[in-house]
């Protein structure tokens, strides 16, 4: 399964779009985490640590991994989910 179009915004399409003009091959979403990262990095001002890291990249599965049980089970909620409906 891939991000729809509707769903991908441009700043992560332009970073797509360098990286591949750099022979860099990445997803959108492998590239919207190294936004992330990079942006963390500039607003943390050496002070970047691993604890920001990992919180970046659970917070990046986490949102993709809903993308795409949203996707997949269009016609189910969160609250369907927890009350024995869904999953």
Do not use: C
Not at 25 to 50: D, M, W
């Amino acid at each position: 399964m891939e991000v729809q179009v509707k769903d991908r915004k441009d700043e992560i399409e332009y970073l797509r779009m360098a990286l591949a003009i750099a022979e860099i091959g990445v997803s959108y979403e492998q590239a919207e985490l190294i936004n992330n990262v990079v942006n963390k990095v500039r607003q943390r001002r050496g002070n970047f640590n691993i604890h920001d890291g990992v919180g970046l990249l659970y917070a990046w599965k986490e949102k993709w991994r809903n993308y795409y049980d949203k996707m997949a089970n269009p016609g189910v909620n969160d609250s369907q989910k927890t009350e024995g409906g869904g999953e």
